[in-house]
């Protein structure tokens, strides 16, 4: 095992640090986030940092950077209430990266990176057409983060919208049939292969012997 502590961590390179500290915590899901403003500017966004919360109410849970420079998802989000929260699949892999270029407030990720936005019933924020799940949400709360200032943006679902016979029996998402991808720090993207599904952990089932 090669054996960090919190000093050798300290005297790693900038680009090391940021490498290592970004994939420690495993894969993250990847997503793009459709948002307007309140002069009806679309914006999108890709996100690593979406959290489960709670099934019910549905709440899923955002971590944006500090407003330190301008955030445009943040701000549309307060200002306007409504996101969306697009998977990424393989084949938009390239455009949904370039959405994390710093576009100016008047420009829109959806037309500069060349992905379809889309319109479903009065939903007030856009969501990306490639996209196999979609979802709708509004927003909760704001948890400011005190330690360094980035913000837990919490929103409901309000709506789903995911590609057909890619729900199994038991209601969870089947991502076998699914084509989305996720995500190792800020720059690498994997595709997942399913290994074994068990059923609800019972202390009852839990065998006298291991077998290794
Ligand atoms: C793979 C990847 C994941 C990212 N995840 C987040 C994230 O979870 N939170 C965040 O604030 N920024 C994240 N970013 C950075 C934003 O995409 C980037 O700051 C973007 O310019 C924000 O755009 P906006 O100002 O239009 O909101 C990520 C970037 C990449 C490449």
Redo the contacts with the bound molecule.
């Keep these: 095992m090669i054996y960090f502590n919190i000093e050798d961590i300290d005297k790693l390179d900038k680009v090391s640090r940021l490498n290592l500290i970004n994939s420690i915590t495993g894969f993250k899901p ?1 997503n793009l986030i459709g948002t307007i403003s309140k002069e009806n500017q679309e ?1 999108l ?5 979406l959290v489960h919360l709670g099934s019910k109410p549905p709440l899923l849970g ?4 500090p407003n330190s420079v ?5 701000t549309n989000i307060i200002e306007s209430k409504f996101y969306t929260i697009n998977h990424i699949s393989d084949n938009i892999i390239e455009r949904a ?1 370039m ?5 100016n407030r008047d420009e829109s ?1 959806f037309e500069k990176c060349n992905l379809e936005k889309e319109y479903i019933d009065d939903f007030h924020a856009p969501y990306v057409k490639e996209s196999e799940c979609k979802i709708g949400m509004k927003f909760i709360e704001e948890v400011k983060i005190k330690s360094n200032d980035t913000i837990l943006i919490v929103g409901e679902i309000i709506n789903v919208m995911i590609k057909q016979d890619s729900v199994a029996e038991d209601g969870s998402l089947d991502f076998e049939k699914l084509n989305s991808v996720c ?1 190792s720090g ?2 690498t993207y994997y595709k997942t292969q399913k290994i074994v599904k068990y059923p609800y952990a019972r202390k009852k089932n839990i065998p006298k012997k291991w077998s290794r």
């Design positions: 990847a914006n966004a890709i996100f690593s940092s955002l971590v944006t950077r301008p955030r445009h998802t943040y990266h959405t994390s270029a710093k576009f990720e995500i800020l720059d």
